[in-house]
């Protein structure tokens, strides 16, 4: 029997019974008391999860609604934008910037790598009259697996006046993320990834930097306008019916999260990541990603050429009802990308590891069967004695 | 004992127990064959709802969101724009569409009415030059439990090239629309009113005469661009990650819908409405609305003066775990609103009507207890024999 599947995509992620449950309860007055202490516990939550004091609104919508959000509240049509780009997702936040009438300068970097702060730096000297606005950055840059390292490029900026601006949907409580202590001005992130709840709710914190350069934006905008949203939350409610099931689940899957300790989220995506990672080498197979560029939430692996990625990718679908994802553009059937963040157990990753080492043999791809797995084991018992340390 | 808690507001509505254990599955890749299958259904059924066979879009979102997504991709900066208001969510509609740069003139029609016909005639007869590129018009105000008669401010339009955009976030599927046969070229709608699933999705059709206009819209957005979704469905996919649950919700909802027959929905609105007002007729309480303006959705009652309509609400929530929304605006305390719209039993307003019954006795209202329950039941009486014959 191939049972439950399993489901290692870089969001939607699996839904723990306890955040399901929750969702699982009747519809309630969303402008009555008792949402009230749901949004403030939620609106709570999220910010130690963001590590912030500052603002923090939540929109029903996908990721992309939030980071729309950001760009029509903080980006002034004609406004200079240094667009950073390691990715699908980078070029993505610059469209936006752009449909909106920011002048966009793209700073691309190979796929696969995060950007370099010294790049960053030197193009961030230049610009002596501060004519640059805003910087745009991906946190997690879900197309590649490679992550960029904010605290670097934030520094960079030094003190230069531009805002920077963060796409942390699939990357907060996944990768590290200080957005008071690093000065980060504007974070995006999604309910769907890390927070293990549903598709449907995205979340963006800005501080009052931000919010002196939204009061002065002429953008037309009116369900995404952070002035009206603060509003509405000072009395304790929404400024739009809010989706009151993914509230219930944000609530409960919150809980969880302070149960277990932002740091030892932290310490088990990167751990998935290191075993993941040290398993598909045994297997003989390469990775799209440097090491230190290596993203705790998803990792990209490159197909054998003689196989492809979408083969192995229907194979472990009709075989083991696992889904993993595909690459994207330039990328499709190059590689596949295998997810490890939000609710995912040790032992699913064992088991789906197993899967790709049967699935290689299938498509006679020379290794030695049950190699990988054991190097997994064994990163496995390492960690599990560290911690009886 | 009070037991579970009755949601008699105009949305969100209560999920059937059906709904809510399809909402209950595990998350699945949202770009695989499973998934496009769910979103074919789901989007043939709402157009059956709509009665359309234009196009339809569903966004993550509020209804608000939908409403910003017509404005944003059917009204060019600088078009002329003809707002009919008859309350807070016609207000709403027009406010956006200034927002995004119409040039907005707003008529108004008293609250509690809807528009004449005659008046909208008379307005769009004098604009000879086609100035006037868009009529906004509420389906169901929800703030005062007027409506508006589609048909016949459409017939009112005749020739005249303007488009006719519909606010029916609370209406459809409560009250008569017919998109196609009354020639309506956008129509909103939202997830958490008639459909009976929880908010968080937003329902735009749209025919090949508002797709013109939109192909030539310079308005900024990305989120909300219509091209960008007709591009993905014709993949079987959406443009960003959609709100799963509530799709597997909305996939149930329409099954259930259709099961139960258009018709047959929108009888069992009439009948709701026109049982509410004659009940609460008999127990001495003055109807905000005249009855041929009365919505199927939602019911607005006058409390007496010397009571007011926030202490009924008070006293029905706790002493009867009922839930009742009060006025807005101008109508805080002078009216509170009855929803009977979505997954309402007809036994549920019985008992909601002997609430209000013994709550109206508390406050020293002089009436003769019991009368206004009977009459409902009266009415039940009437409409089942019928049902036999």
Not at 93 to 109: L, T
Request: aromatic share 8%; net charge neutral; with cysteine.
């Amino acid at each position: 029997m191939k049972g439950a599947q399993y489901l290692l995509i870089p969001g939607p992620t699996p839904i723990p019974l306890r955040v399901a449950r929750a969702m699982d309860r009747p519809m309630i007055n969303h402008r009555g008391l008792e949402f009230k202490n749901i949004i403030e516990e939620v609106i709570d939550g999220v910010k130690k999860i963001y590590r912030t004091k500052e603002h923090l609104l939540i929109y029903p919508a996908s990721g992309t609604g939030g980071l729309e959000a950001a760009v029509s509240n903080f980006i002034c049509p004609g406004d200079k934008v240094l667009a950073i780009s390691i990715g699908v997702f980078g070029d993505r936040f610059a469209e936006i910037a752009a449909n909106f009438g920011g002048r966009v300068e793209k700073m691309e970097f190979a796929w696969g790598s995060g950007a370099d702060p010294e790049r960053v730096k030197a193009r961030i000297d230049q610009d002596k009259n501060g004519e640059i606005k805003a910087v745009l950055i991906t946190h997690n840059e879900t197309s590649t697996g490679a992550f960029n390292d904010l605290k670097s490029i934030r520094e960079a900026m030094g003190d230069h006046p531009a805002l920077i601006m963060v796409d942390a949907v699939s990357g907060l409580a996944a990768i590290d993320l200080r957005m008071d202590e690093w000065g980060l001005d504007v974070v995006v992130s999604g309910s769907q990834k890390a927070f293990m709840i549903p598709p449907g709710l995205s979340f963006m914190a800005f501080n009052e930097k931000a919010l002196k350069v939204q009061q002065k934006n002429p953008n037309s905008r009116y369900y995404w306008d952070v002035g009206m949203g603060l509003q509405y939350q000072e009395k304790g409610q929404t400024a739009f019916t809010p989706p009151i099931s993914l509230y219930y689940g944000l609530q409960e899957a919150i809980r969880m999260m302070l149960e277990e300790g932002l740091e030892n989220i932290l310490v088990r995506h990167a751990n998935y990541r290191d075993m993941v990672r040290a398993s598909v080498r045994e297997m003989g197979l390469e990775l799209f990603t440097e090491d230190r560029f290596a993203s705790c939430a998803v990792t990209s692996i490159r197909a054998p050429k003689d196989i492809g990625a979408n083969r192995i990718r229907k194979y472990m679908l009709e075989e083991f009802n696992t889904i993993l994802a595909g690459g994207q553009q330039s990328l499709d059937d190059v590689i596949f990308r295998l997810g490890h963040l939000g609710y995912i157990r040790e032992l699913d990753l064992v088991s789906v590891l197993a899967a790709l080492e049967l699935t290689l043999v299938k498509c006679k791809h020379k290794l030695e069967l049950g190699a990988g797995v054991k190097k997994a084991q064994e990163f496995l018992l390492n960690s599990h004695n560290a911690q009886a340390d």
